[in-house]
Structures are given as C-alpha cells and as structure tokens.
C-alpha cells in the first residue's frame, strides 16, 4: 500500500472528482464531505511521501509496472515531495475555508464546482510528481481547462470573456509546450525526464535541442504569467469566484514556475542552460522588467484584488529571475520562494475574500474601518502583506534574502536594485490599505438608518477564521524554520543539480 | 536550387506546420469575431498534431502491426520496416485535449453571447465599458 503512494495521490481525487459528480445527483449535502475526504488523503499520502522521501532518498514509482523510459514513472526528490506538500495544503484549507460560500453561491451547481476543484488538484499534483514530459503536458492541460472553467464560474458579466482570453493564452502556452518536446523526441527518442537528461549531453550543440527547449520554456512562461506573457492573468484572476481565486492564483502561476525549474535542472542540465544558451543575462533582466512592471502596475490599481494579481506577476519575475541568475543560492531562494508565495498568496487571497463578505467591493475605500469590525481576519491580511512585502520574522523576507545572496554571488545588481526597489513599492501598496482599514473611519451615518446590526459585521465565521489563522501562523513558522527547508530539503537537490 | 532541396522540399512536413500555425496565430490575433478566434485556436494545434504524426513516418514504413504465426513463438521484429507508432498515440491525447479545449472555450462563447448579444470582440468591449 505505502509503496503505491505516488499513483494515489493522484488517482484519489481524480476518482473522488468523478464519484462527486454523480453524487450531486442524488445526494446534493454529501459532495462537500467527499470532496474534503478527495482532499484529506492526498494531503495525508504527500506528508507521508515527504517524510519518507527525506529518510529514503529519491523515490521512483513506476506506473502499471512498466519500467521507464517505455512506461511513465512518477518522481519524488525532497523539492518535489515539499511542494505537493504545499499543493495539497493549500488545497485541502481552502475547501474548507470557502466551503460556506461555495455552499451557498454555488449551491446547484456545487457537484460540478467541487469536482472542477478536485481535477485542478488533480492536474496540478500529477505535474509536479511526473517524470514524463507527455504526460506533463496533459496534466498541465487537466489543470488549465479545470482552471479555465473554475474562473468561468465567477462574475457573469466579466468572468467568461477574461476566462476565453486564458483559453487563448493558456492553449498556445500548452501547445508551444507540446511543440518543444516534439523536437526533443525528435533528437532523442525518449519521453522520460531522466532518460532525456542521459540522452542529451552529446546533442547540446544542435540547434534543435536549443528550439526545443525555447519553445517548452516559451510555453511556460505564458503559463505561468511572466511579465510580457502576462496579460491574461489580472483579468482571470480579478473576476474569477473567490474560492476559486485563492486556489488557482497562489497555485497555477508557482506550479508552472517550479516546472521551469524542474526543465532547466532535470531535463536539460544547468550547464547546457547557463553555458550554451547565453541568455541568462537576458531573462534575469526580462525578470527585473516583470518585477518593476508588476510593482508599478499594482501602484495603478484602485482595486485590491486586481492589485494583488499584478503582485503576481512581480513574484513571478523575483522565481524566474532567481532561477537564471544561475547559482546554488539564487536557485535554493527561487525554490524556497515558489513554497513561500504559495503561501503567502493563498493566505493574501483567502483573507481578502473573508474581508470581501464584510465589504461592499474591492476597492481600497471599501476598507475603511474594516479593523474595527474584522480585526482577526485582517490581522491575517496584515500577516499575509507583511511576507510579501518582505518583512522578518514572515517566509517572504527569507526567500528574498536568499535571492540577494545569489545576485551578490551571480553580479546581478541590476536584481537586487529592483528586488529592493519593488519591496520597496510593495509597502506603499499595503501600508495604502492598512491605513485605510486602521485609521480611517467610513464617514456616512447611513449605517445608522439601517439599525444597529449592520454597524457591528461580525467577524468572519469560525470555519473560514480558523483556517485563516493557522495560514497565517504558517507564514511565520516557515519564515522561522526557511534556515532547516533549505538546508534539509531545498540545498541537496540544487547543489546535486547545479556548480 | 541547392537550398531549395535540401531545406523545403526534403523537410516539406515542417514546412507545412509552421504555414498551419502561423496561420491559425493570424487568426488568433486578427480576427476581431471570437468563434474566428476559436478556429485559429484549432488550426495551432491540429498544426502541432500534424507535426508529430509527420515525424512517426518512415521511408517504406508499414502499419505497426505485427503479425504473429500461429505457434511460430517468438520473431524477430525489424523496426525500421514499421511506422513509428508513438507519436501517433500521444495525438491520440492531445486530440482528446484539444477537443476539451474548443468544448470549454464554445461554451464561454455561449455564456458570453448570452450577456452581450454579440460575439464581435471590439462591440463587446464598448458594451462592458458602458455596463
């Protein structure tokens, strides 16, 4: 049974994805409760996996028996292990914190609601664990149409437009994708990750290799939102449902981030990126572009939400240019800042869609007051603003000082000037709204007219709060103990891969 | 005359995908009615199909069928008398995808219309600048 983990963690909720759907026929209260059980075991097997993929080393898990390079093998290495760890918590607390306004908003639609979730999962934890470049284009597909359809299901009148413009976007992404391993199984006959990686050394010269590995790149960065790629991002994000939003904006964008990763070190190898492909130096400043222009972007927005996603697209620019900047440190900070941004964004999210209920929209005026009448949950968005500004003793103050390092290291100090510069830009963003929410009061007496009730809103209810709170806790923790992530998890893998 | 053979005519099936999928780029990005736009997005990537089923072919390359005399056991089987069938069965699913791909994107066209009457994007965005 423990041997069979990697092919449970993915077949478990893609079962339970089909069985919800043919509940939310008969039995409409018991979708909730399976989608939670779909989600419980995935996250119950990915810790068991991490635990024993941190004692037992690397895991190969062969699917139907059939050895690699002809069958498809699923990869578990200590990186891989920790962010299916972070896709199914994040996973598994956002059900349960939305689950209250999935009930309700989605209330006769909630079978294809939670099994479009479960799929989502689905797609994303079988890229992150497979060692087949085919089968990772399917799940990234998985991922991405269940993703297209979750964002559909927000804002009647702006949801599907933003969500066709992903379908645009996201389908040249993929097929660019599709395109670049064509040629590499052109040139080398293999589909496996680990067996490519064999194959490819003598072919590094040729110049297909160099269009394959272009193109995959290309497609994943349209996936993952880098900065000139980015445009479908603010708008799918804004108008998605904010259940939705708070699962796919801290996972999608990070998951194909650690894809990048995963091609550049175990497809390709750091040499054949960093040594004959001379771009490095190019894509580090593409990133610092993506960072100052997301930042900026995000100094535009009167709303918080769609402000947020331009936040996104900055971190996305801090992963991809820690990833270029080409050394064992800026390479541990893009890892350690893909598990960090899952969190904090899911956190920044989750809070923003708690603080929504007592709101009457999205934008920074709205919250005037709001920590008089909600302080926990915007205590948590605090929390959640405080890491990705950067502060200290929260997770996006490590992964940041990691990247520094690098860029010391690798000479990049066009990055750091603009990480600085950016996290600079992100307090003004952030101190905007706490000032709002802290000091200023709404100025209207027409709440009086209304009675006393709409004047004290209660703060969020206990089954979003608690969840919240522990994210937010969560951030800290991982920021305290980021030193024993890499030096256990992160530092290993990278160092095996990289100088 | 040299360039000629050795880079567009030997190599025709490369040449024809880049044709398709520029084609269907153009139409992505020109075209102004969304179901147009949605049949670029198909032609991309019946574009990409083509490519891989083109590379499977070989030089009298048949079926990948292999036949198997009755109580004749095991034979040797010489590959390069067979069609590479593996490209072909990747398509297989990524034709599965891109079907589910144009279902998803039709039915958002259908929602859309439904709201806005129209399917023309440049209509569509003055109706949302004025709702």
Same mark, same amino acid.
């Given at each position: 049974?423990?041997?069979?983990?990697?092919?449970?963690?993915?077949?478990?909720?893609?079962?339970?994805?089909?069985?919800?759907?043919?509940?939310?026929?008969?039995?409409?209260?018991?979708?909730?409760?399976?989608?939670?059980?779909?989600?419980?075991?995935?996250?119950?097997?990915?810790?068991?996996?991490?635990?024993?993929?941190?004692?037992?080393?690397?895991?190969?898990?062969?699917?139907?028996?059939?050895?690699?390079?002809?069958?498809?093998?699923?990869?578990?290495?200590?990186?891989?292990?920790?962010?299916?760890?972070?896709?199914?918590?994040?996973?598994?607390?956002?059900?349960?914190?939305?689950?209250?306004?999935?009930?309700?908003?989605?209330?006769?639609?909630?079978?294809?609601?939670?099994?479009?979730?479960?799929?989502?999962?689905?797609?994303?934890?079988?890229?992150?664990?497979?060692?087949?470049?085919?089968?990772?284009? &399917?799940?990234?597909?998985?991922?991405?149409?269940?993703?297209?359809?979750?964002?559909?299901?927000?804002?009647?009148?702006?949801?599907?437009?933003?969500?066709?413009?992903?379908?645009?976007?996201?389908?040249?992404?993929?097929?660019?994708?599709?395109?670049?391993?064509?040629?590499?199984?052109?040139?080398?006959?293999?589909?496996?990750?680990?067996?490519?990686?064999?194959?490819?050394?003598?072919?590094?010269?040729?110049?297909?290799?160099?269009?394959?590995?272009?193109?995959?790149?290309?497609?994943?960065?349209?996936?993952?939102?880098?900065?000139?790629?980015?445009?479908?991002?603010?708008?799918?994000?804004?108008?998605?449902?904010?259940?939705?939003?708070?699962?796919?904006?801290?996972?999608?964008?990070?998951?194909?981030?650690?894809?990048?990763?995963?091609?550049?070190?175990? &497809?390709?190898?750091?040499?054949?990126?960093?040594?004959?492909?001379?771009?490095?130096?190019?894509?580090?400043?593409?990133?610092?572009?993506?960072?100052?222009?997301?930042?900026?972007?995000?100094?535009?927005?009167?709303?918080?939400?769609?402000?947020?996603?331009?936040?996104?697209?900055?971190?996305?620019?801090?992963?991809?240019?820690?990833?270029?900047?080409?050394?064992?440190?800026?390479?541990?900070?893009?890892?350690?800042?893909?598990?960090?941004?899952?969190?904090?964004?899911?956190?920044?999210?989750?809070?923003?869609?708690?603080?929504?209920?007592?709101?009457?929209?999205?934008?920074?005026?709205?919250?005037?007051?709001?920590?008089?009448?909600?302080?926990?949950?915007?205590?948590?968005?605090?929390?959640?603003?405080?890491?990705?500004?950067?502060?200290?003793?929260?997770?996006?103050?490590?992964?940041?000082?990691?990247?520094?390092?690098? #860029?010391?290291?690798?000479?990049?100090?066009?990055?750091?000037?603009?990480?600085?510069?950016?996290?600079?830009?992100?307090?003004?963003?952030?101190?905007?709204?706490?000032?709002?929410?802290?000091?200023?009061?709404?100025?209207?007496?027409?709440?009086?007219?209304?009675?006393?009730?709409?004047?004290?809103?209660?703060?969020?209810?206990?089954?979003?709060?608690?969840?919240?709170?522990?994210? #937010?806790?969560?951030?800290?923790?991982?920021?305290?103990?980021?030193?024993?992530?890499?030096?256990?998890?992160?530092?290993?893998?990278?160092?095996?891969?990289?100088? | 005359?040299?360039?000629?053979?050795?880079?567009?005519?030997?190599?025709?099936?490369?040449?024809?995908?880049?044709?398709?999928?520029?084609?269907?780029?153009?139409?992505?990005?020109?075209?102004?009615?969304?179901?147009?736009?949605?049949?670029?997005?198909?032609?991309?990537?019946?574009?990409?199909?083509?490519?891989?089923?083109?590379?499977?072919?070989?030089?009298?390359?048949?079926?990948?069928?292999?036949?198997?005399?009755?109580?004749?056991?095991?034979?040797?089987?010489?590959?390069?008398?067979?069609?590479?069938?593996?490209?072909?069965?990747?398509?297989?699913?990524?034709?599965?995808?891109?079907?589910?791909?144009?279902?998803?994107?039709?039915?958002?066209?259908?929602?859309?219309?439904?709201?806005?009457?129209?399917?023309?994007?440049?209509?569509?965005?003055?109706?949302?600048?004025?709702?």
């Amino acid at each position: 049974m423990t041997g069979n983990y990697p092919a449970l963690l993915v077949t478990v909720p893609l079962l339970a994805a089909f069985v919800i759907y043919g509940c939310s026929w008969l039995h409409k209260r018991s979708c909730l409760f399976m989608a939670l059980l779909g989600l419980t075991i995935p996250f119950a097997i990915s810790v068991a996996l991490l635990k024993k993929v941190l004692i037992n080393g690397h895991i190969s898990y062969h699917l139907g028996g059939w050895d690699p390079p002809w069958g498809i093998a699923y990869e578990l290495d200590p990186i891989n292990a920790i962010v299916l760890v972070a896709v199914t918590t994040v996973a598994l607390v956002n059900l349960i914190a939305t689950s209250k306004e999935i009930e309700t908003r989605f209330s006769d639609r909630r079978g294809a609601f939670y099994a479009l979730y479960l799929l989502f999962v689905v797609g994303l934890l079988g890229i992150v664990a497979t060692g087949d470049l085919f089968n990772l284009y &399917v799940l990234l597909e998985i991922a991405s149409i269940t993703g297209y359809s979750l964002i559909a299901m927000g804002d009647p009148a702006r949801a599907p437009l933003s969500s066709l413009n992903y379908v645009f976007m996201g389908t040249i992404g993929a097929c660019f994708y599709l395109l670049g391993v064509g040629y590499i199984y052109i040139m080398t006959g293999s589909l496996n990750m680990a067996d490519v990686h064999v194959l490819l050394p003598p072919l590094y010269h040729s110049s297909a290799i160099v269009v394959a590995f272009i193109f995959c790149l290309v497609g994943v960065m349209i996936k993952m939102g880098f900065f000139p790629l980015h445009s479908w991002l603010p708008n799918a994000y804004t108008y998605a449902p904010s259940p939705a939003t708070s699962l796919i904006a801290p996972l999608m964008t990070k998951v194909m981030a650690y894809v990048m990763i995963r091609l550049m070190i175990s &497809v390709f190898s750091p040499k054949f990126v960093f040594s004959s492909i001379a771009a490095s130096n190019a894509v580090v400043w593409l990133a610092c572009l993506a960072i100052v222009m997301g930042a900026l972007m995000a100094l535009a927005q009167r709303d918080v939400r769609r402000m947020l996603t331009y936040i996104i697209v900055s971190e996305i620019g801090y992963i991809v240019g820690g990833a270029w900047i080409g050394n064992a440190t800026a390479m541990s900070g893009a890892v350690l800042h893909i598990i960090n941004d899952v969190l904090m964004t899911f956190c920044v999210f989750l809070s923003l869609g708690a603080i929504a209920r007592s709101t009457k929209g999205y934008q920074i005026e709205n919250f005037s007051g709001l920590f008089k009448k909600i302080p926990v949950t915007m205590a948590t968005f605090v929390v959640s603003g405080l890491s990705i500004i950067g502060i200290p003793p929260t997770c996006g103050f490590f992964s940041k000082w990691y990247l520094i390092l690098g #860029a010391i290291e690798g000479g990049h100090y066009g990055f750091i000037v603009v990480l600085l510069l950016s996290s600079l830009i992100n307090i003004i963003l952030f101190f905007r709204i706490f000032e709002e929410a802290f000091f200023v009061y709404p100025k209207t007496n027409a709440v009086h007219t209304e009675g006393e009730a709409s004047i004290a809103i209660a703060e969020t209810p206990f089954v979003t709060l608690i969840p919240l709170v522990l994210t #937010a806790i969560l951030l800290i923790f991982t920021g305290i103990y980021s030193g024993s992530l890499i030096a256990l998890i992160i530092k290993p893998v990278v160092s095996a891969g990289l100088l | 005359m040299d360039f000629l053979l050795t880079h567009l005519v030997a190599k025709y099936n490369f040449w024809l995908y880049i044709i398709l999928m520029m084609i269907g780029l153009y139409a992505m990005i020109a075209k102004n009615n969304l179901i147009k736009k949605l049949v670029g997005m198909n032609i991309f990537q019946t574009a990409i199909i083509l490519f891989y089923v083109s590379i499977g072919s070989k030089r009298g390359g048949t079926i990948p069928i292999v036949e198997h005399i009755a109580g004749g056991g095991e034979h040797a089987i010489n590959p390069t008398r067979y069609v590479n069938p593996l490209p072909h069965v990747l398509m297989l699913t990524a034709i599965v995808v891109s079907v589910s791909t144009f279902g998803v994107a039709l039915a958002l066209a259908i929602k859309i219309y439904q709201r806005y009457k129209t399917l023309e994007e440049d209509e569509l965005l003055t109706r949302i600048r004025e709702s």
